[in-house]
């Protein structure tokens, strides 16, 4: 059950149903639910570790809540980042590494993004893909630094705020990352992997302060139904590594 408490609540935040800055109350979870309080502790845990939750005082949990600023900082930061890591492994990765890193995308043709399985199969390539990115670049300093500082609720963001034709044009522009890749076109690919990640963010801006609190508390709602938006179809999803690779665990205390 804790999954389903972890993919129903970040449903509900992602699709905006929770409201940014508002309080959830552990006891309504665990009686909406009827799992035990460590259940909903270890589910909570996650979503704060992936950037869904806040805990502003001690046993105490709120929607997170982003500023503009700090949205501008964690995605240049992300896209500069992620850039330099490209650039890295055009540089010093060995084509056999190239070509198993290509092979993490699918065909750009083979995406329907009215279809939740096809919008969870991008979200999942394309964070398996700039992880490899920061493996690949054989940097000590910037596989440090990807732990920290783009969580993944930032990177969900910006895909269900996005259209379909935005991830169309999204998979067409991985494919030509890959492409200079194998041309080891280090500057180039600096360029368009900014481009990439650079591109949602006006949309999670919007997203995000048209979603502020309405009042103090969450009303804990169960999951009912999938979401449809911009011709894209979202249903509750699966878990996808952070940009260092990791899949944390449910319970996961960040140290």
């Given amino acids: 059950m804790t999954e389903i408490v972890f993919f129903e609540t970040r449903f ?4 905006g149903v929770y409201r940014s800055g508002a309080i959830i109350d552990r006891d309504d979870v665990c009686k ?3 799992v035990s309080a460590k259940v909903v502790l270890d589910a909570f845990r996650l979503l704060l570790v992936e950037g869904y939750l806040d805990s502003p005082k001690r046993a105490i949990y709120a929607i997170r809540a982003w500023d503009e600023i700090q949205l501008q900082d964690h995605f240049e930061m992300w896209a500069t980042l992620t850039s330099l890591a490209a650039s890295r492994t055009a540089e010093r990765a060995s084509m056999e590494e190239i070509e198993e890193c290509a092979m993490l995308l699918s065909d750009p043709d083979s995406f329907d993004f009215g279809l939740p399985n096809s919008v969870e199969e991008h979200i999942r390539e394309f964070c398996l893909f700039n992880a490899e990115l920061f493996r ?3 940097a000590v300093p910037l596989l440090g630094l990807s732990q920290n500082f783009i969580p993944n609720a930032l990177r969900r963001y910006g895909i269900y705020c996005s259209s379909a034709e935005q991830l169309k044009n999204d998979r067409k522009l991985l494919s030509e990352i890959t492409e200079l890749l194998y041309q080891r076109d280090s500057v180039g690919l600096r360029d368009e992997v900014a481009k990439l990640i650079m591109r949602p963010l006006v949309d999670v801006i919007q997203f995000v302060s048209s979603h502020q609190k309405e009042s103090t508390s969450v009303v804990v709602n169960r999951f009912s139904a999938d979401m449809k938006s911009k011709g894209c179809q979202f249903g509750l999803g699966g878990r996808e590594p952070s940009l260092d690779g990791t ?9």
């Fill in 12 to 15: 509900q935040i992602l699709s």
């Fill in 32 to 34: 909406e639910y009827g």
């Fill in 136 to 138: 690949l670049s054989k």
């Fill in 247 to 255: 899949i944390y665990p449910y319970g996961y205390v960040a140290r």
